[in-house]
């Protein structure tokens, strides 16, 4: 954005709690409007700590939506240079056929997979680069008045607190947004968390002796499965992040994996070709945390034209679509673009918030309903010929038919619009599977009334 466009060029004070994925990336495109921006985040810089840290969701996917988003502000081409194509779903099923199902028809229509770390410190590092943006690594948000958009923030090393004012505060600060918190205190706020009964835990496919991937790189691997469920993400380095998700508790459940004869008795039973790909099985089930699996729906967004929250802050959702990271990236775009369009900035919060909550509500069903896809239905039948009838229909009639997983991780047509005409699409392709029963049926009919009239004629 240029300097004559640009609204805010009073050097206006954001402060963004959070240097996740989404706070960073919003710190760029603050900068653009012309904030000076102070980013506080409770972990070290992730550019100097070791790998991994926290231990869980190490690689992601990444689609259009969150391609669009670091596209607009340059970041794209290298952070595709530091990820793996996924061209399609590599499915194991419990009977061992081992099929590939591609992500979509065309060349592009395909998810990137990178390494979580990797991914936050490139947006670190842009963000620095940008004029007025300053990070603080190891401080943490304590409290916020929401009024005066004041925080307090108090060193992981210890010490006094420090209170920090600001024009506006970014609640990019996840899950368990203490933003949110502060936001949301004393007011007529909707708040909602579901955990699922499920919870995931992150294990390595590690680089073969011989130096390659034990196993096809471009792709997702899925291990479906109605007690348990399993997904590989691919590395630049040959090796896969694996995340087993099953119940916290009960008959097959993380509960029960508690000895070693427990874990490989449980892979040969549910994984059977995944053992011998996982060296390390017995020692990672037992020394790396069971994550919990949580959608987290709420209201409002944003206090004036003081505190807005963006990302799993404002919506999170559990991981089955690989969309969380994808809608906070588009978030900051949408944003910016709220803020570019709206000089009065309750406006533009108001107009943001409008334009996200009802897609990112959607989301969270799409989500649920992909998890249960992913373990109970994509080894079937009747789903691989839905899915084939539905990439058939796109490639006949590629203006008017878009299925939709296409329209959600290939395309930044919002969530609720691509789930409504999904639906019309269902209505249309289940009203031609019924009326090519009828016809096959009245054929049938026909066939069977000729055959019974030929033999009351003695032939
Ligand atoms: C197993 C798994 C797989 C996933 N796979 C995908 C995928 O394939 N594709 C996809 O799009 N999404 C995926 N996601 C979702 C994605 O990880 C989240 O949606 C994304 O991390 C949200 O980004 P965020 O910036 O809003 O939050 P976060 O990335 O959680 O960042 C929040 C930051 O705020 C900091 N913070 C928290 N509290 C404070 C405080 N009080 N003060 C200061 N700092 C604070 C945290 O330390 C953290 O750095 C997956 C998630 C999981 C669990
Ligand atoms: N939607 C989903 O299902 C999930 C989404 N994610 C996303 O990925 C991000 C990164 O994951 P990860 O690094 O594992 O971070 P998590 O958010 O899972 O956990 C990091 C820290 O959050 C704090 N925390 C955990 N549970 C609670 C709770 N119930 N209430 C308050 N604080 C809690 C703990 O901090 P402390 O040590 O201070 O207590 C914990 O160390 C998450 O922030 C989230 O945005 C992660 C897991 C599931
Ligand atoms: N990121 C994930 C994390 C956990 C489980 C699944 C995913 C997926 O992305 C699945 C993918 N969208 C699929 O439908 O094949």
């Known amino acids: 954005m240029t300097d004559g466009q640009n609204p805010f060029s009073r050097q206006e004070r954001v402060v963004v709690i959070g240097a996740g994925l989404s706070g960073s990336l919003a710190a760029v495109y603050l900068a653009r409007h012309g904030y000076l921006v102070d980013v506080y985040e409770r972990r070290p810089d992730p550019r100097t700590a070791p790998a991994g840290l926290g231990g869980r969701s190490i690689n992601l996917g990444l689609s259009a939506r969150g391609m669009r988003a670091l596209d607009e502000v340059g970041l794209l081409a290298d952070v595709l240079k530091r990820s793996v ?3 399609g779903r590599v499915v194991h099923s419990p009977d061992g056929a081992v099929r590939f199902q591609p992500y979509g028809v065309r060349e592009h229509e395909i998810l990137h997979s990178v390494l979580r770390d990797e991914l936050i410190a490139l947006l670190v590092d842009a963000a620095e680069t940008s004029a007025g943006v300053r990070f603080h690594f190891g401080w943490r948000l304590n409290r916020l008045d929401r009024d005066t958009a004041t925080v307090e923030v108090l060193s992981e090393a210890g010490g006094d607190p420090v209170e920090v004012g600001a024009d506006l505060v970014v609640g990019a600060d996840g899950i368990h947004s203490v933003v949110r918190q502060h936001l ?8 909602s968390q ?3 009964e499920w919870g995931y835990k992150e294990l390595t496919i590690p680089v073969g002796d011989d130096g390659e991937p034990r196993v096809r790189l471009e792709a997702l691997h899925v291990w479906p499965g109605e007690s348990a469920m399993m997904v590989a993400h691919p590395n630049v380095d040959g ?3 694996c995340s087993l998700f099953m119940p916290h508790e009960g008959p097959v459940s993380f509960a029960t994996l508690d000895t070693p004869e427990a874990v490989l008795g449980f892979f040969r ?3 059977a070709d995944a053992e011998e790909l996982m060296p390390n099985l017995v020692e990672e089930i037992a020394g790396h945390p069971v994550g919990h699996l949580v959608t987290v729906r709420t209201a409002p967004w944003r206090h004036g034209d003081r ?3 963006i990302g799993d802050a404002a919506h999170a959702v559990v991981p089955f679509y690989g969309q969380g990271m994808n809608s906070a990236f588009e978030d900051c775009l949408v944003l910016s673009d709220c803020l570019a369009r709206h000089t009065d900035r309750a406006a533009a919060l108001a107009a943001f918030e409008a334009a996200r909550k009802p897609h990112t509500d959607v989301l969270a069903d799409l989500s649920i309903a992909n998890f249960v896809d992913l373990r109970d239905r994509v080894h079937k039948p009747g789903y691989t ?10 490639r006949l009639m590629p203006d008017r038919w ?14 609720a619009d691509a789930l409504a005409r999904a639906k019309r699409q269902d209505r249309i392709l289940r009203g031609a599977t019924a009326a090519a029963g009828a016809l096959a049926a009245l054929g049938a009919v026909t066939t069977i009334g000729a055959a019974l009239r030929r033999r009351s004629r003695g032939r």
């Open 85 to 87: 194509p996924m061209r």
């Open 184 to 191: 949301q205190r004393g007011l007529r706020a909707d708040y």
């Open 194 to 196: 579901e955990f699922l």
């Open 239 to 241: 090796s896969l992040t």
């Open 269 to 271: 039973a549910n994984f």
């Open 307 to 309: 505190v807005v929250l």
């Open 385 to 394: 010929a839905h899915a084939v009838a539905d990439r058939l229909l796109s």
């Open 402 to 415: 878009t299925p939709l997983y296409t329209m959600v991780a290939h395309t930044t047509t919002p969530y």
